[in-house]
């Protein structure tokens, strides 16, 4: 799970919340990443019926692309896409844009940020491999407040976290009054 700084809440429970695949995740996973590749196993077997589990539309071409992997295609189509709203204002894309090309030149990144805004307005996760939105994670959760960009495995320890700590019987549904 993701390091818990003070005063700062702990990830939400993620069968409460969205979560947004980054399009990676689907495609082969090194032997060396052997514990990613497991988790992300556990994550695209869930029952698609309990968790609200998507892919963010901006992946949809990289999927759609003819030279992505048959298998990536395969596991895509279990999954259904967001859909573009247009809800995040031009200054948190273009921030969310700058922190993901940090020094770099082009906009080779603008895809990755575009997903993790994509991610912030249909549910609360981003899960990913990818070691360089991992590693700027601190600073787009500052600019998207509620997104926790999590690899694999710190998304299921987090689901066992809370699968674990849930006080209230699975068949319990509050009542709004």
């Given amino acids: 799970m993701t390091?818990?700084?003070?005063?700062r809440l702990p990830p939400p429970d993620p069968r409460y919340h969205g979560t947004m695949l980054d399009a990676h995740l689907l495609d082969d996973i090194s032997d060396d990443r052997a514990?990613?590749?497991?988790?992300?196993?556990?994550?695209v077997e869930l029952p698609k019926t309990l968790f609200q589990i998507m892919l963010p539309h901006s992946?949809?071409?990289?999927i759609d692309h003819p030279r992505t992997p048959a298998v990536v295609k395969e596991r895509a189509s279990a999954f259904i896409y967001s859909f573009d709203t247009k809800i995040a204002s031009a200054d948190i894309v273009r921030k969310a844009k700058s922190i993901m090309r940090g020094n770099a030149a082009s906009a080779k990144h603008d895809r990755d940020a575009e997903h993790c805004c994509d991610a912030s307005?249909?549910?609360?996760?981003?899960?990913?491999?990818?070691?360089?939105i991992v590693r700027k994670r601190e600073e787009m959760?500052?600019?998207l407040p509620g997104l926790w960009i999590m690899t694999p495995v710190e998304?299921?320890?987090n689901?066992?976290?809370?699968?674990?700590?849930?006080?209230?019987d699975d068949d319990y549904l509050p009542v709004i009054i």
């Avoid at 390091?3 to 005063?7: F, S």
């Avoid at 992946?59 to 990289?62: C, P, Q, T």
């Fill in 3 to 7: 390091e818990r700084k003070r005063g």
């Fill in 35 to 43: 514990a990613q590749r497991a988790a992300r196993d556990k994550i």
């Fill in 59 to 62: 992946v949809k071409a990289e």
């Fill in 121 to 132: 307005i249909w549910g609360s996760f981003f899960v990913t491999l990818d070691d360089r």
């Fill in 141 to 143: 959760r500052a600019a």
């Fill in 155 to 157: 998304w299921i320890d």
């Fill in 159 to 168: 689901l066992a976290h809370h699968e674990r700590t849930t006080l209230i």
